[in-house]
């Protein structure tokens, strides 16, 4: 496993959050002559190792986008494939959270998905609310869109209610009602497999994220990229609209 070396950590900014579009599965698994289903298995199996090199690294919150409200426009197959996949990882989450000292959230609409899954997520985040390591959003049926939807809503009904003066709506107030409320916003978002685009995540959370991408598929994405990922963003300059 990749660790900063020792001459080059005096110069890095470890980001507070970083957020990962965990993007090229398929792409990955078509170059071995596999079925793209195979792409996903691999894609799952390296969440768990990168989620534990950035808590290892001292990153303190990180959100993998692991299924958008689009990619329900994928064949049925591999719908059912990836939310086993996300079931196997939910039930070993549920097992060893002890072992773990994450505290895990999901993020995005999952009242569609089914009731096993939905039970085990609420469990999930339920067991590991004390732990004080790295928070981990994973977001499921999750868009960028759909949250904002989500925040008006919340926010149009105690308007209803009574409870709230729509005078009262600002940015802070609707960073409030998004599902990562209370979380910072991230400060690097990371893209593998070569796509410049944001595919619908974060985007009112990442307004000011630094972005990094790379051709390299997921399912290769490695400790050693994320080092170079890191290395890059601590040489940036953030201005957020100022002068440095
Ligand atoms: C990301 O990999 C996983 C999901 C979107 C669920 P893809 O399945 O999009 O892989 P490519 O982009 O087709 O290679
Ligand atoms: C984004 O990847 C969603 C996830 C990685 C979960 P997609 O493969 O769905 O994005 P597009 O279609 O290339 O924009
Ligand atoms: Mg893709």
Redesign the pocket.
């Known amino acids: 496993m990749a660790i900063f070396k020792k001459e080059e950590k005096s110069n890095i900014i470890i980001p507070q959050h970083v957020a990962i579009?965990?993007?090229g599965n398929g792409r990955w698994a078509k170059k071995r002559g596999l079925p793209r289903t195979a792409g996903h298995k691999k894609g799952a199996n390296n969440f768990r190792t990168i989620a534990d090199y950035l808590n290892k690294i001292g990153v303190k919150y990180m959100t993998f986008?692991?299924?958008?409200t689009?990619?329900w426009k994928r064949s049925k197959d591999e719908v059912d494939t990836i939310m086993a996949l996300f079931k196997d990882y939910l039930e070993e989450a549920f097992e060893r959270f002890h072992e773990t000292d994450m505290k895990m959230n999901f993020i995005g609409d999952r009242s569609v998905l089914r009731p096993d899954l939905i039970e085990l997520m609420y469990k999930i985040e339920d067991v590991s609310k004390d732990n004080k390591g790295a928070v981990v959003n994973i977001?499921i049926n999750y868009g960028g869109r759909q949250e904002i939807v989500y925040a008006a809503k919340e926010i149009a009904r105690k308007v209803q209610n009574g409870e709230l003066d729509p005078e009262k709506i600002d940015e802070d107030l609707i960073s409030a009602h998004i599902y990562t409320a209370d979380q910072p916003d991230p400060d690097l978002i990371i893209r593998p497999s070569g796509?410049f685009?944001l595919?619908n995540?974060l985007i009112w959370q990442c307004a000011y994220s630094e972005f990094w991408y790379d051709n390299v598929l997921w399912p290769d994405f490695s400790a050693k990229d994320v080092d170079r990922a890191i290395n890059d963003y601590s040489s940036r300059q953030r201005r957020f609209g100022g002068v440095k």
């Open positions: 579009i965990m993007d986008y692991a299924f958008s689009e990619n977001a796509e685009r595919s995540f």
